[in-house]
């Protein structure tokens, strides 16, 4: 298994989100992660990644347990997270954005090769490559965001809601860029407000609500299970 | 002097302070960009600069002048990170309260340290003083060629270093997004020491060119700071060209000011400039950025 968390108990502070919620994603599968507000969604990657620490459970990558590693050190083993909002450096240019998504590949050759690649496969980027990243637009920042995560060719991107605030237009492209990806061989967990979107492209998805895992399954039955379509899907 | 070059002097004297300001400047913004507080006590890194320095040209060391630049400035490298390590690192989540009210203490204390080894009296490198050679019509000292022209110099670095390294690349990321330099495997905590590093280098070469032009004193640290400070507030915090551009225009407003007002008010000026900025962003000491 890529990813397994098992039984996460998190939260902030006093307040606990998460009550022993538990996630797993094999090799180039995409799981997404819906749920209603509040439920614990964006909890849940945060201390899969380690910007939470989790107070009980296990996460663990490629059969390691990762639970107590700092986010640097996770980058390092080939995990990349992509935060909802604010997710590129706006002062940055593009090009300086992907180097420092590059940082960990160390030298500056390497990091070049990878520019070089991701302008390739980012044809949007490359003719933005001068400006300035907080001059992109929305759906800009966010194909940016996933370039800036891949330049590592990461065994595995956690995601937090990649449609938030973008035109329906920009949602397709960045989800068509996400199975690209991962087609490729990256796995991919994503949390998602839009349930939809999110589960017509996942192998498999979990319903997230009060802090527990509710219901797994695959992408297409949750789409088709009645609760979900009443609860999630708007009917 | 006619009229001409007498105006043409006062805005070279302009540039000449503003040169001064900007080094000041340039290192209080990286660290409010890199930190996300302005560090009070960054007067002090520019006072204990050019102490420095009187420290290793005089006994016992004796050293000449540029062989004791550079312990000065290592020494000064040093004290910025010993700030860091013993004040600010332990505080580093703090709200901003009480980061200022550290720095303050912080800046008290150094200034209270130096008085205790050197005294409060004034002090000079012991340089004789010469008259200016004539240039262009315009006098000018060794001292203030030196002015301009360390100043470009260090313009130059920091110019390659935040733009052409790596590392100068990773603190404007850090500035910009700190979670997200965490998050992109940016080894966060050696972006913050090279920015107190880089912050104290420039305030000591700053407080070094204005001693060598002027003279030492325990207060030409807070004296400089809110120069630095409307400087900062100019160019936008955290921005490296505006600080750099806000000390030029704060030097040339002051110099330029007392051919309509009198000298005396020479220093408000740069205070009214800031109360002026800080009417309208508050934020910048107070709170949170509305951004």
Redesign the interface.
């Known amino acids: 298994m890529r990813l397994e968390a098992k039984d996460i108990y998190a939260g902030y502070g006093k307040i606990e989100v998460l009550h022993g919620a538990s996630i797993r994603a094999a090799e180039r599968e995409i799981i997404c992660i819906i749920g209603p507000n509040g439920s614990g969604k964006s909890t849940l990657l945060k201390a899969v990644?380690g910007?939470l620490k989790p107070t009980k459970g296990t996460v663990s990558f490629d059969g390691k347990d990762i639970t107590r590693l700092e986010?640097?050190q996770k980058?390092?083993l080939g995990i990349a997270?992509i935060?909802q909002g604010?997710?590129?450096?706006?002062?940055?240019t593009v090009r300086?954005n992907l180097?420092?998504?590059g940082?960990?590949l160390g030298d500056?050759k390497a990091v070049q090769l990878a520019i070089e690649e991701a302008l390739d496969s980012y044809p949007l980027l490359s003719r933005k490559i001068r400006d300035r990243a907080g001059n992109l637009s929305g759906g800009e920042k966010q194909i940016l965001s996933l370039a800036?995560a891949d330049m590592?060719k990461p065994g595995l991107i956690l995601m937090d809601e990649p449609s938030i605030g973008l035109s329906p237009r920009m949602i397709d492209e960045v989800y068509s860029k996400i199975t690209e990806i991962n087609r490729r061989g990256t796995t991919f967990a994503i949390v998602e407000q839009n349930a939809r979107k999110a589960l017509s492209i996942a192998h498999r998805g979990y319903v997230l609500d009060l802090g527990q895992t509710r219901l797994e399954d695959t992408g297409a039955e949750l789409l088709n299970n009645e609760e979900v379509k009443k609860l999630y899907l708007g009917g | 002097m006619d009229s001409i070059s007498y105006y043409l002097q006062t805005v070279l004297n302009g540039i000449l302070a503003g040169c001064i300001y900007a080094l000041f400047a340039m290192g209080l913004t990286l660290i409010y960009g890199v930190l996300n507080f302005v560090n009070f006590a960054h007067g002090e890194l520019i006072m204990w600069g050019a102490y420095f320095l009187f420290l290793f040209m005089g006994e016992p060391f004796g050293l000449p002048l540029y062989v004791a630049v550079f312990p000065a400035l290592a020494l000064t490298g040093c004290l910025g990170l010993a700030m860091d390590y013993s004040v600010f690192r332990p505080i580093r989540r703090a709200n901003r309260l009480t980061l200022l009210i550290a720095a303050m203490g912080l800046s008290v204390f150094l200034r209270n340290a130096a008085q205790f080894f050197w005294g409060a009296e004034v002090r000079t490198y012991g340089f004789e003083v010469k008259a200016g050679t004539q240039f262009l019509g315009l006098y000018l000292t060794t001292q203030q060629f030196a002015i301009i022209g360390v100043t470009i110099l260090c313009v130059i670095a920091v110019y390659l270093l935040f733009f052409k390294s790596?590392l100068g690349?990773?603190m404007?990321?850090l500035?910009?997004?700190l979670?997200?330099?965490?998050?992109?495997?940016?080894?966060t905590k050696r972006a913050i020491l090279a920015a107190w590093v880089i912050s104290a280098v420039l305030a000591a070469i700053g407080g070094i060119l204005l001693a060598l032009d002027t003279n030492l004193h325990p207060e030409m640290g807070i004296a400089n700071l809110i120069k630095a400070f409307a400087a900062t507030l100019i160019g936008g915090v955290g921005n490296l060209w505006g600080a750099l551009l806000g000390g030029l225009l704060i030097g040339l407003a002051e110099n330029i000011g007392v051919l309509f007002i009198s000298p005396g008010y020479k220093d408000g000026i740069a205070f009214v400039i800031m109360v002026l900025i800080l009417l309208a962003r508050p934020y910048v000491i107070i709170g949170e950025r509305s951004d």
Do not use: H, Q, W, Y
């Open positions: 990644f910007l986010p640097e980058v390092r997270f935060p604010r997710n590129v450096f706006p002062s940055l300086e180097e420092m998504g940082t960990v500056a800036r590592v | 790596r690349k990773s404007r990321a500035s910009d997004n979670d997200l330099a965490r998050i992109s495997g940016i080894d």
